[in-house]
């Protein structure tokens, strides 16, 4: 597994880990209501799981298994930057929405959250391509 | 694939179907007058797609195909992953029945039961992420 993937899914793990426990918190919450405040982590659950799991560890899997060029990957800054934004912008919608920041560090994260999936889509695109096609290049 | 794997994949395509019963179920509610028990179903509907079938066919996967994490132990530790198994779909089910049945019924026993499918599937998602992350590496 590439250095890059490992970033990505270890980063996704840790999300994975935060995300169940805010799950799990707040549905114990709806059995045995302990703490109202806990329904505040609702964002940050969703947030968590959706593009701090998911999303990364699909960017992290798809790094690590698209088709190379011999052995490599292509252009990898883009795919460094996603790695960057998109950590940067969910920290920063959640935060946002913990404490209360002005409204527009949340449109700033979710710039940084789509920065960095148009930054992955430019490195993964010429990656997408039938197998006859990267060995051609390879051996030009 | 590893036989945990099948039966991961396997049941997060039960999940899958049953994900889009309970979606049909709930689309049917401005049409018929269904109990009032289906009005608890959103948020059951939900997790049993991200649940019960995209994570336990993430889990299935990684089993499978992420790095070995040693010659004497590929797929790190097999009675952990079964643990996750179970730890996730024993919770998922039990959220599945006691949080619609929370609504419709004064039995304060449903409140414990949401509980105790909180702290599976606490477990099964920490099981999975102890398991996972030391064949997270490079070559």
Redesign the interface.
């Known amino acids: ?3 890059l993937s ?1 970033w990505f ?2 980063a996704a ?1 840790v999300y ?2 935060l995300g ?2 805010f ?3 707040m ?2 919450n ?3 209501s302990f703490g109202p405040w806990l329904w505040r982590l609702l964002p940050a659950h969703i947030e968590f ?1 959706l593009f701090g799991w ?1 999303l990364q ?1 699909a960017f992290g899997v798809a790094f690590w298994i698209l088709p190379r060029w011999r052995t490599q990957r292509g252009n990898e800054k883009p795919a460094w930057a996603a790695f960057f934004l998109l950590n940067v912008g969910v920290w920063m919608v959640v935060l946002a929405g913990w404490l209360n920041w002005e409204a527009g560090w949340l449109t700033l994260g979710r710039v940084a959250e789509a920065t960095a999936v148009a930054a992955f889509a430019i490195h993964a695109w010429p990656r997408v391509k039938p197998l006859m096609e990267i060995n051609a290049t390879s051996s030009e | 694939m590893p036989p945990i794997t099948r039966l991961f994949v396997k049941t997060s395509l039960v999940y899958l179907i049953a994900s889009f019963g309970v979606g049909l179920f709930l689309a049917l509610r401005p049409l018929v007058a269904l109990p009032a028990l289906v009005n608890g179903l959103a948020p059951v509907y939900f997790h049993l797609f ?1 649940v019960g079938w ?1 994570m336990q066919l ?1 889990v299935g996967v990684a089993y499978w195909m ?2 070995k994490w040693s010659r004497e132990r590929p797929r790190g530790y097999d009675a952990l992953a079964l643990a996750t198994f179970w730890l996730l779909n024993l919770g998922l089910l039990l ?1 599945v029945a ?2 619609p049945a ?1 609504i419709v019924s004064a039995w304060p026993g ?6 105790c ?3 599976l ?2 477990l099964a ?2 099981t ?2 102890v398991n ?2 030391p064949r ?4």
Do not use: D, H, N, Y
Request: proline fraction near 4%.
């Open positions: 597994m590439p250095r490992v899914v270890r793990l994975l880990a169940f426990t799950g799990a918190l549905l114990a709806k059995g045995v799981l998911t560890l | 991200m995209v993430i992420f790095p959220r006691a949080e929370q449903w409140g414990w039961l949401v509980v499918a909180a702290l599937q606490w998602g920490m999975f992420v996972t992350w997270v590496k490079e070559k």
